[in-house]
């Protein structure tokens, strides 16, 4: 499709120059209430990418929510090159029920492409897919923890695509993570088809974070400056010079009991190093959870009462985590109110 041709979403047709919301229809819920899900498209009257960015696939992921919001009263956006799209709530369902998953317990990122004719969660990865996904050129998914547990503001990418390195440094965020693919997920669908895709990690499920929202915004902003689909966007704190980690690992309960933690998230720690008791509520006995790497808490478990084999600390591996524990210091220290001049 050339840049001058109209864009077509849902049937709608946004010509460059135009703004246009429009309501994807959803499948009614069981007592026959319509559903809808709005999709924002900003496009310039000079040509450039399509960076679509998504919220709450998983329903209960709100801090996305507030990010895309937050940007769609950007200042920016009155005069871009290319074409932005932006969905606040992909799990509409999800959302309403204040669950990660749909009705009937699927993980909506699990069913990607998805089937026009398949499971309601596989519908409706195959509409966002033909409708959204196919006319993008890059892409920013925007995540939390899942229930009880919070991740510090982190980028999950294929690192080694220089494409998506170029787009994950200008995020600027302390941590990149070469995270794995999962089988079905958006993001794996994106990089087999060769779309330059950044997931962004931060904050817990229905819990709003100021830093993991802020951080989310800023960085949306940075990319859409690195891709050349806005201009004058100054920098709000220094660059962070991103640290890949290649490795993470889920420390976990050694036993079951009432879980006393020593370190918060983004903490540095040292292999060998005392991370938590877990105490046996029912008298004094207490037992040790001992850090068998070194590195940085990127992902931390909330919940004080833990059974064994419960994920507590996520640990990134990294070979300088001084500058890593640095950066995310800085970070952490920086945002004490809003965002309100991105």
Not at 104 to 120: A, I, Q, T, V, Y
Not at 176 to 192: F, Q
């Amino acid at each position: 499709m050339a840049y001058e041709d109209a864009m077509i979403i849902n049937q709608e047709s946004i010509m460059p120059g135009e703004h246009k919301t429009i309501m994807l229809p959803m499948p009614k819920l069981n007592d026959w209430t319509g559903l809808s899900m709005p999709v924002y498209v900003f496009r310039g009257k000079q040509q450039g990418p399509t960076l679509t960015i998504t919220g709450a696939i998983h329903g209960d992921e709100v801090n996305g929510i507030e990010v895309v919001r937050r940007l769609l009263k950007s200042k920016f956006l009155k005069n871009i090159s290319g074409t932005l799209i932006a969905v606040p709530v992909v799990n509409v369902f999800g959302f309403l029920y204040q669950s990660r998953y749909l009705m009937d317990r699927r993980d909506l990122n699990r069913c990607f492409p998805g089937l026009e004719k398949g499971s309601l969660a596989a519908r409706l990865a195959f509409m966002l897919t033909n409708e959204i996904i196919n006319k993008t050129t890059h892409m920013i998914d925007l995540h939390s923890g899942s229930l009880n547990r919070s991740n510090f503001p982190q980028i999950r990418c294929d690192a080694d695509n220089p494409e998506v390195f170029k787009i994950a440094h200008a995020f600027n965020v302390p941590v990149i993570l070469r995270a794995a693919l999962r089988e079905g997920s958006l993001r794996k669908y994106a990089y087999e088809n060769n779309i330059p895709f950044l997931l962004y990690e931060a904050g817990e499920s229905m819990r709003f974070d100021e830093t993991a929202i802020a951080t989310g915004l800023n960085g949306i902003l940075n990319v859409m400056q690195e891709l050349e689909m806005i201009t004058g966007k100054k920098k709000i704190f220094k660059d962070m010079n991103p640290t890949i980690s290649r490795n993470s690992y889920w420390l976990r309960a050694p036993h079951s009991g009432i879980f006393h933690p020593f370190k918060s998230l983004g903490k540095s720690v040292k292999k060998g190093e005392l991370l938590a008791n877990i105490g046996n509520p029912m008298s004094t006995e207490e037992h040790k959870l001992i850090s068998p790497i070194s590195g940085v808490i990127i992902g931390k478990n909330n919940l004080p009462v833990v059974h064994e084999g419960a994920a507590l600390y996520h640990v990134a591996s990294f070979e300088e985590n001084k500058e890593v524990a640095d950066q995310i210091e800085y970070l952490q220290s920086f945002y004490d109110g809003g965002s309100e001049d991105l």
